[in-house]
Protein backbone atom coordinates (compact mmCIF):
# COMPACT_ATOMS: atom_id res chain seq x y z
CA UNK A 1 0.00 0.00 0.00
CA UNK A 2 1.37 3.30 -1.20
CA UNK A 3 1.91 5.71 1.86
CA UNK A 4 -0.49 8.55 1.91
CA UNK A 5 -0.01 12.37 1.45
CA UNK A 6 -0.72 14.93 3.38
CA UNK A 7 -2.39 18.10 1.68
CA UNK A 8 -3.92 21.12 3.90
CA UNK A 9 -6.68 23.50 2.35
CA UNK A 10 -7.86 20.99 -0.03
CA UNK A 11 -11.74 22.32 -0.51
CA UNK A 12 -11.23 24.46 -3.42
CA UNK A 13 -9.22 25.69 -6.10
CA UNK A 14 -5.57 24.68 -5.94
CA UNK A 15 -5.81 22.51 -3.30
CA UNK A 16 -8.73 20.68 -4.90
CA UNK A 17 -7.25 19.96 -8.19
CA UNK A 18 -4.26 18.92 -6.43
CA UNK A 19 -6.30 16.19 -4.62
CA UNK A 20 -8.37 15.50 -7.07
CA UNK A 21 -4.93 14.83 -8.94
CA UNK A 22 -3.19 12.64 -6.73
CA UNK A 23 -6.59 10.63 -5.98
CA UNK A 24 -6.85 9.99 -10.05
CA UNK A 25 -3.13 8.55 -9.65
CA UNK A 26 -4.53 5.83 -6.70
CA UNK A 27 -2.33 8.35 -4.12
CA UNK A 28 -3.74 7.70 -0.78
CA UNK A 29 -4.10 11.21 0.34
CA UNK A 30 -4.98 12.70 3.66
CA UNK A 31 -6.86 16.17 3.47
CA UNK A 32 -7.35 18.55 6.15
CA UNK A 33 -10.55 21.16 5.81
CA UNK A 34 -11.39 24.26 7.35
CA UNK A 35 -15.38 24.79 6.14
CA UNK A 36 -17.19 21.67 5.83
CA UNK A 37 -18.30 22.04 2.06
CA UNK A 38 -19.70 19.33 -0.69
CA UNK A 39 -16.27 19.09 -2.75
CA UNK A 40 -14.66 18.35 0.69
CA UNK A 41 -17.14 15.02 1.06
CA UNK A 42 -16.78 14.03 -2.67
CA UNK A 43 -12.57 13.70 -1.96
CA UNK A 44 -14.12 11.48 1.26
CA UNK A 45 -16.05 9.31 -1.19
CA UNK A 46 -13.28 9.24 -3.45
CA UNK A 47 -11.08 7.66 -0.66
CA UNK A 48 -9.95 10.55 0.79
CA UNK A 49 -9.42 10.82 4.71
CA UNK A 50 -10.91 14.27 6.20
CA UNK A 51 -9.28 16.01 8.70
CA UNK A 52 -11.13 19.11 9.89
CA UNK A 53 -8.68 21.87 10.86
CA UNK A 54 -8.33 25.67 11.18
CA UNK A 55 -4.80 26.67 11.93
CA UNK A 56 -5.58 30.36 13.16
CA UNK A 57 -4.72 28.99 16.67
CA UNK A 58 -2.29 27.02 18.48
CA UNK A 59 -4.30 24.28 20.09
CA UNK A 60 -6.20 23.66 16.70
CA UNK A 61 -2.57 23.21 15.11
CA UNK A 62 -1.87 20.56 17.89
CA UNK A 63 -4.70 18.85 17.77
CA UNK A 64 -4.35 18.37 13.47
CA UNK A 65 -0.85 17.02 14.59
CA UNK A 66 -2.26 14.50 16.47
CA UNK A 67 -5.07 13.30 14.23
CA UNK A 68 -2.67 13.52 11.23
CA UNK A 69 -0.26 11.11 13.23
CA UNK A 70 -2.87 9.06 14.03
CA UNK A 71 -4.09 8.32 11.07
CA UNK A 72 -0.24 7.09 9.55
CA UNK A 73 2.68 7.05 10.92
CA UNK A 74 4.49 7.38 7.79
CA UNK A 75 3.74 9.84 4.58
CA UNK A 76 5.16 9.66 1.17
CA UNK A 77 4.70 13.58 0.99
CA UNK A 78 3.57 16.92 2.87
CA UNK A 79 2.02 19.76 0.89
CA UNK A 80 1.00 22.63 2.71
CA UNK A 81 -1.65 24.60 0.55
CA UNK A 82 -3.38 26.21 3.15
CA UNK A 83 -3.92 29.95 3.24
CA UNK A 84 -5.65 33.20 4.13
CA UNK A 85 -5.07 36.21 1.18
CA UNK A 86 -5.73 38.99 4.01
CA UNK A 87 -5.21 42.56 3.09
CA UNK A 88 -4.79 45.45 5.65
CA UNK A 89 -7.79 47.48 4.35
CA UNK A 90 -9.87 44.78 5.50
CA UNK A 91 -8.30 44.59 9.48
CA UNK A 92 -7.82 47.29 11.73
CA UNK A 93 -5.87 45.17 14.02
CA UNK A 94 -2.54 44.75 12.41
CA UNK A 95 -1.31 42.96 15.21
CA UNK A 96 -3.60 40.52 14.99
CA UNK A 97 -3.49 40.25 11.16
CA UNK A 98 0.28 39.37 11.23
CA UNK A 99 -0.34 36.53 14.04
CA UNK A 100 -2.86 35.04 11.99
CA UNK A 101 -1.10 35.18 8.47
CA UNK A 102 1.77 33.51 10.73
CA UNK A 103 -0.14 30.74 12.33
CA UNK A 104 -1.35 29.48 8.94
CA UNK A 105 1.54 30.48 6.46
CA UNK A 106 4.20 29.53 9.17
CA UNK A 107 3.52 28.12 12.31
CA UNK A 108 1.33 24.90 10.52
CA UNK A 109 3.97 24.58 8.09
CA UNK A 110 6.83 24.36 10.53
CA UNK A 111 5.11 22.38 13.49
CA UNK A 112 3.56 19.87 11.12
CA UNK A 113 6.37 19.47 8.87
CA UNK A 114 8.67 18.90 12.76
CA UNK A 115 6.02 16.65 13.80
CA UNK A 116 6.45 14.63 10.84
CA UNK A 117 10.10 14.38 10.54
CA UNK A 118 10.21 10.43 11.52
CA UNK A 119 7.17 10.48 9.06
CA UNK A 120 8.91 11.14 6.42
CA UNK A 121 12.91 9.81 6.90
CA UNK A 122 12.23 6.74 8.92
CA UNK A 123 11.06 4.59 5.91
CA UNK A 124 12.76 3.57 2.32
CA UNK A 125 11.20 5.94 -0.84
CA UNK A 126 11.18 8.98 -1.98
CA UNK A 127 9.81 11.76 0.56
CA UNK A 128 8.52 15.24 -0.39
CA UNK A 129 7.69 18.53 1.27
CA UNK A 130 6.21 21.31 -0.91
CA UNK A 131 5.12 24.83 0.52
CA UNK A 132 3.03 26.54 -1.80
CA UNK A 133 4.26 30.35 -1.04
CA UNK A 134 3.63 33.05 -3.63
CA UNK A 135 5.56 35.56 -6.38
CA UNK A 136 5.72 38.26 -3.44
CA UNK A 137 8.07 35.93 -1.46
CA UNK A 138 10.60 38.23 -3.17
CA UNK A 139 8.94 41.57 -3.83
CA UNK A 140 6.33 42.66 -1.25
CA UNK A 141 3.21 43.85 -1.18
CA UNK A 142 1.76 46.70 -0.30
CA UNK A 143 -1.64 45.77 -0.22
CA UNK A 144 -1.15 42.24 1.33
CA UNK A 145 1.51 43.26 3.71
CA UNK A 146 1.67 40.80 6.63
CA UNK A 147 0.17 37.92 3.88
CA UNK A 148 3.95 38.40 1.71
CA UNK A 149 5.61 38.48 4.77
CA UNK A 150 4.28 35.05 6.08
CA UNK A 151 4.81 33.97 2.45
CA UNK A 152 8.29 34.64 2.60
CA UNK A 153 9.15 33.10 5.91
CA UNK A 154 7.34 29.72 4.93
CA UNK A 155 9.91 30.42 1.99
CA UNK A 156 12.68 30.29 3.84
CA UNK A 157 11.53 27.10 5.95
CA UNK A 158 11.57 25.63 2.00
CA UNK A 159 15.78 26.56 2.71
CA UNK A 160 15.89 25.18 6.00
CA UNK A 161 14.05 21.85 6.10
CA UNK A 162 15.91 20.93 2.79
CA UNK A 163 19.12 21.73 4.98
CA UNK A 164 17.88 19.59 7.75
CA UNK A 165 16.31 16.69 5.98
CA UNK A 166 18.71 16.01 3.62
CA UNK A 167 19.01 12.94 1.72
CA UNK A 168 16.21 11.49 3.42
CA UNK A 169 13.10 14.33 1.83
CA UNK A 170 13.19 17.15 -1.00
CA UNK A 171 11.88 20.56 -0.17
CA UNK A 172 10.59 23.09 -2.52
CA UNK A 173 8.54 25.69 -3.12
CA UNK A 174 5.79 26.16 -5.11
CA UNK A 175 5.36 30.74 -6.41
CA UNK A 176 2.63 31.25 -8.32
CA UNK A 177 1.35 34.79 -9.16
CA UNK A 178 -1.98 34.78 -10.48
CA UNK A 179 -3.13 31.27 -11.40
CA UNK A 180 -6.86 31.48 -10.85
CA UNK A 181 -9.14 34.89 -10.45
CA UNK A 182 -11.50 35.01 -7.75
CA UNK A 183 -15.48 35.57 -7.82
CA UNK A 184 -15.45 38.51 -6.33
CA UNK A 185 -12.93 39.87 -9.09
CA UNK A 186 -14.10 42.61 -11.69
CA UNK A 187 -13.84 43.39 -15.37
CA UNK A 188 -11.61 46.00 -15.14
CA UNK A 189 -9.40 44.17 -12.32
CA UNK A 190 -9.01 41.24 -14.32
CA UNK A 191 -7.69 43.37 -17.47
CA UNK A 192 -5.38 45.18 -14.96
CA UNK A 193 -4.00 41.87 -13.89
CA UNK A 194 -3.62 40.02 -16.91
CA UNK A 195 -1.32 42.87 -18.02
CA UNK A 196 1.20 42.24 -14.73
CA UNK A 197 2.66 39.14 -17.02
CA UNK A 198 4.63 38.33 -19.66
CA UNK A 199 2.65 35.68 -20.81
CA UNK A 200 -0.96 37.96 -20.03
CA UNK A 201 -2.68 34.63 -19.45
CA UNK A 202 -4.33 33.23 -16.52
CA UNK A 203 -3.82 29.65 -16.76
CA UNK A 204 -5.65 28.18 -13.84
CA UNK A 205 -5.58 25.65 -11.30
CA UNK A 206 -3.77 22.77 -13.27
CA UNK A 207 -0.31 24.99 -13.79
CA UNK A 208 0.04 24.01 -9.74
CA UNK A 209 -0.80 20.38 -10.30
CA UNK A 210 1.76 19.95 -13.49
CA UNK A 211 3.95 21.72 -10.82
CA UNK A 212 3.30 19.38 -7.97
CA UNK A 213 3.40 16.17 -9.83
CA UNK A 214 7.04 17.77 -11.06
CA UNK A 215 8.44 18.08 -7.67
CA UNK A 216 7.24 14.40 -6.68
CA UNK A 217 8.44 13.06 -9.48
CA UNK A 218 11.79 14.86 -9.52
CA UNK A 219 15.19 12.82 -8.55
CA UNK A 220 17.51 15.98 -8.12
CA UNK A 221 15.39 19.11 -7.13
CA UNK A 222 15.43 20.44 -3.59
CA UNK A 223 15.55 23.70 -1.57
CA UNK A 224 13.97 25.42 -4.70
CA UNK A 225 11.08 27.63 -5.81
CA UNK A 226 9.08 26.67 -8.98
CA UNK A 227 7.99 30.17 -10.38
CA UNK A 228 4.48 29.68 -11.99
CA UNK A 229 4.30 33.28 -12.61
CA UNK A 230 3.94 33.95 -16.74
CA UNK A 231 7.04 35.73 -16.74
CA UNK A 232 5.84 38.88 -14.45
CA UNK A 233 9.21 39.12 -12.82
CA UNK A 234 10.54 40.44 -16.07
CA UNK A 235 7.47 43.23 -16.78
N1 LIG B 1 -4.77 31.27 -6.74
C1 LIG B 1 -3.70 32.00 -7.06
O1 LIG B 1 -3.67 32.66 -8.12
C2 LIG B 1 -2.51 32.03 -6.15
C3 LIG B 1 -2.39 31.13 -5.11
N2 LIG B 1 -1.27 31.16 -4.30
C4 LIG B 1 -1.14 30.19 -3.20
O2 LIG B 1 -1.54 28.89 -3.64
C5 LIG B 1 -2.28 28.23 -2.60
C6 LIG B 1 -3.66 27.87 -3.10
O3 LIG B 1 -4.29 29.05 -3.59
P1 LIG B 1 -5.89 29.11 -3.74
O4 LIG B 1 -6.40 27.77 -4.12
O5 LIG B 1 -6.22 30.30 -4.57
O6 LIG B 1 -6.32 29.38 -2.22
P2 LIG B 1 -7.78 29.70 -1.65
O7 LIG B 1 -7.64 30.99 -0.90
O8 LIG B 1 -8.81 29.57 -2.70
O9 LIG B 1 -7.99 28.46 -0.62
C7 LIG B 1 -7.16 28.36 0.48
C8 LIG B 1 -7.57 27.18 1.31
O10 LIG B 1 -6.96 27.36 2.56
C9 LIG B 1 -7.91 27.13 3.57
N3 LIG B 1 -7.67 28.03 4.71
C10 LIG B 1 -7.72 29.37 4.74
N4 LIG B 1 -7.46 29.82 5.99
C11 LIG B 1 -7.26 28.72 6.77
C12 LIG B 1 -6.97 28.50 8.15
N5 LIG B 1 -6.85 29.53 9.01
N6 LIG B 1 -6.83 27.23 8.58
C13 LIG B 1 -6.95 26.19 7.73
N7 LIG B 1 -7.23 26.31 6.42
C14 LIG B 1 -7.38 27.57 5.95
C15 LIG B 1 -9.28 27.38 2.99
O11 LIG B 1 -10.13 26.53 3.72
P3 LIG B 1 -11.73 26.45 3.67
O12 LIG B 1 -12.12 26.63 2.23
O13 LIG B 1 -11.97 25.05 4.18
O14 LIG B 1 -12.24 27.53 4.58
C16 LIG B 1 -9.07 27.02 1.52
O15 LIG B 1 -9.43 25.69 1.28
C17 LIG B 1 -2.29 29.18 -1.42
O16 LIG B 1 -1.24 28.88 -0.53
C18 LIG B 1 -2.07 30.54 -2.05
O17 LIG B 1 -1.49 31.48 -1.15
C19 LIG B 1 -0.29 32.11 -4.46
C20 LIG B 1 -0.40 33.03 -5.47
C21 LIG B 1 -1.48 33.02 -6.42
N1 LIG C 1 -4.84 31.96 -0.32
C1 LIG C 1 -4.77 32.66 -1.45
N2 LIG C 1 -3.62 33.29 -1.77
C2 LIG C 1 -3.58 34.05 -2.91
C3 LIG C 1 -4.68 34.15 -3.75
C4 LIG C 1 -5.87 33.46 -3.38
O1 LIG C 1 -6.88 33.51 -4.11
N3 LIG C 1 -5.86 32.74 -2.24
N4 LIG C 1 -4.63 34.89 -4.89
C5 LIG C 1 -3.55 35.61 -5.21
C6 LIG C 1 -3.63 36.47 -6.42
O2 LIG C 1 -3.93 35.70 -7.55
C7 LIG C 1 -2.40 37.27 -6.72
O3 LIG C 1 -1.35 36.39 -7.05
C8 LIG C 1 -2.68 38.20 -7.89
O4 LIG C 1 -1.53 38.98 -8.14
C9 LIG C 1 -2.34 35.61 -4.35
N5 LIG C 1 -2.46 34.71 -3.22
Redesign the pocket.
Known amino acids: MPLPVLL????????LAMAESLLSQNTPIVV????P?QSIHRLEQKGAILIR????TQAAIDRAIDEIIAVSPYYRALIH?????AQEADNDNYDSLMEQMM??HVFAPYRINMALETALTHREGPADIIH?T??VQQTGSAKHVAYAAS?AALHNLTLSFAKRLAPSVKVNSIA?????FNSGDDEAYREKALKKSLLEIVPG?DE?VKAMNYLLESDYITGQTVHLNGGRHLK
Open positions: TGATQRLGTYRTKADFSNASDWRVMDYKPALLMAA
